[in-house]
């Protein structure tokens, strides 16, 4: 029983309550509503005389204006501001939002607008003991009759006659300054804020450009990895195709030489079209070498100049010459004779049955010089040559 009666009480309370309550205004999320919930939210702080708090929500309104399209709710927001600034002796900052306001007095109540304005001026200018235009400024707003309001013509002729008495409202010294110190430190805090969204807003840019390069950075890398891969495959079966033309039995040095040239063009492409350089040199240098012996052996075949070849074409040739003649290559290599370039070069000019006047000619030296390679060769053990076979 004493349950139930507690539970009733409870429910007739919050009903009592709910019907009492007060129905907040609902503010659109625009600049519009943001700023006129704050214009009434410094009427409600000056309705309980908290003048610092009005003007922070005044000044906050004024930070939202910029995106209003509604020319009344700037009017209100620069006169309120004005207003403050008129009753609390920042007489000078008053009349700059005057002005501002009167930017603004533009829509259907622009009578009422207007005279608000210049009762505003006259009473600074009032203030300020500046007699004479404040006589004229509420000349201005009696034209306006009868197209205002009732309160207006009351402080009209409240005005007129404490503007004919010289009277003047008194004013603490002290209170102009503390007004103007609540916008200058309101207006810094903004000032400071905006700064500190900037860094923000920069740091972010910074986050997102360093992300950005990363991310390139890697992409970069991926794709270079996968050229680098993509170019070794193409010069392995490059390699092999050397490795097999030379390896056919009815193959001319002629067709070699064209065939090792048309690839070395192909190796010149790929290395054009990679961005980096190549990491298989390996495989670029046996190819080279394989070339190399070709263009030597060419050159012996055709019987030309051979004055300028040396050890590297030596090389060459035994090299190359394992995929001709492997038993003539195991000679030319047999560490047992440890032939010199040009005995090298003269072996293979025997073994093709070139005379002595050929060889000295192709070597550009004398038949004495000949004789003396002869010479070495037979304390060597090497007499005689069997003819060269067909592919040299």
């Given at each position: ?10 429910i ?15 503010y659109?999320?625009?600049?519009e509503g ?30 939202h204006l ?5 020319d ?5 927001t620069?006169l309120?501001?004005?207003h ?19 930017k ?12 608000d ?12 003991k ?10 201005k ?10 309160d207006?013509e ?13 009277q ?14 609540i ?13 500190l ?5 920069f ?10 390069a ?5 992409w ?25 033309t030379?390896n ?9 030489k ?13 290395k ?16 080279e ?5 070709i ?7 055709k ?27 195991c ?7 440890a032939?010199?370039?040009?005995e ?14 050929e060889k000295?000619e ?21 007499n ?6 067909d592919?040299?």
């Open positions: 029983m004493k349950q139930s009666n507690i539970i009733i009480t409870f007739i309370c919050a009903l009592c309550i709910a019907c009492n309550q007060r129905q907040v205004p609902k659109p999320a625009t600049a943001i700023t006129q919930m704050r214009i009434d939210s410094a009427a409600y702080y000056l309705s309980h005389h908290n003048t610092r708090r009005a003007m922070i929500q005044l000044k906050a309104a004024e930070k910029p995106n209003v399209r509604t009344s709710i700037k009017f209100n620069y309120k501001i004005a403050l600034n008129a009753q609390n002796g920042a007489y000078k900052v008053a009349t700059d939002y005057y002005k501002k306001a009167e603004y007095a533009n829509d259907t109540k622009r009578n009422h607008h207007l005279a304005i210049y009762l505003g001026r006259a009473f600074v200018y009032a203030q300020t500046q007699w004479k235009l404040a006589t004229q400024t509420i000349a707003a009696e034209k306006l009759r009868p197209r205002i309001r009732k207006q009351k402080q009209i002729a409240e005005l007129k006659e404490r503007i004919g008495k010289r003047m409202i008194a004013v603490s010294s002290d209170k102009d300054a503390e007004i103007v110190h916008q200058d430190r309101y207006e810094t805090t903004l000032a400071q804020r905006n700064m969204e900037q860094r923000l807003y740091s972010y840019a910074i986050i997102g450009l360093l992300l950005l990363a991310g390139i950075i890697a970069f890398k991926r794709y270079i990895r996968k050229q680098e891969a993509h170019y070794n495959q193409q010069l392995m079966e490059i390699e092999a195709n050397i490795c097999q030379l056919e039995k009815n193959t001319t040095i002629d067709e070699m064209r065939a090792i040239d048309e690839r070395i063009a192909e190796i010149e492409k790929l054009n079209r990679n961005i980096t350089k190549p990491n298989n040199t390996k495989s670029i240098d046996s190819i070498n394989i070339k190399i012996g263009d030597a052996l060419c050159i012996l075949k019987g030309e100049n051979i004055s300028q070849m040396g050890r590297k074409e030596q090389q060459a040739i035994m090299a190359v010459m394992y995929n001709l003649d492997y038993e003539f290559a000679f030319l290599n047999n560490p047992r004779f032939l010199t370039p040009k090298t070069f003269f072996c293979v000019m025997e073994r093709e049955g070139r005379n002595d006047d000295a192709m070597f550009c030296c004398s038949n004495q010089a000949i004789r003396s390679i002869k010479s070495r060769l037979s304390k060597k053990g090497i005689t040559f069997s003819t060269i076979d592919k040299i």
